[in-house]
């Protein structure tokens, strides 16, 4: 099974830029999802990016979409979170996961997509932005 490593956590002002990096112990072009998630503290768990085995990125939740980049480099078993314009509200850890299938399909019943889950998760790394 695949293992994941972030790094690239910090502090951080506002308005500042950091990027995460998420090394897989193998490779998962063409052969894993991929996700990025964050959680800060007393809140639930939501999800940041959902990235597609080919490395196409399907999905950047509304708080973060303008401002964070995922990018894969696939000869390094790396998937990256570039992240700019930070503000407090972005304070979390912040995790990498690896799933074999689709993490999300869409349901009919709900009209909404329904969250699968990740099979493989990183221990996740720490970010923290100062107003």
């Known amino acids: 099974q695949v293992q994941l490593v972030e790094s690239g956590g910090g502090s951080v002002q506002a308005g500042g830029s950091l990027t995460l990096d998420c090394v897989a112990s193998?490779?998962?072009?063409?052969?894993?999802?991929m996700g990025w998630f964050r959680q800060a503290s007393g809140k639930e768990r939501e999800v940041v990016a959902h990235?597609?085995?080919?490395?196409?990125?399907?999905y950047y939740a509304g708080a973060v979409e303008g401002r964070f980049i995922v990018s894969r480099d696939e000869a390094k078993n790396t998937l990256y979170l570039q992240m700019n314009k930070l503000q407090p509200e972005d304070t979390a850890m912040y995790y990498c996961?690896?799933?074999?299938?689709?993490?999300?399909?869409?349901?009919?019943?709900?009209?909404?997509?329904?969250?699968?889950?990740?099979?493989?998760w990183g221990q996740g790394t720490q970010v923290t932005v100062s107003s």
């Open positions: 990235i597609d085995t080919d490395g196409r990125v399907l």
């Open positions: 193998e490779s998962t072009y063409g052969r894993y999802w």
């Open positions: 996961a690896a799933n074999r299938g689709p993490p999300r399909r869409w349901s009919e019943t709900l009209g909404q997509w329904e969250e699968l889950g990740y099979a493989f």
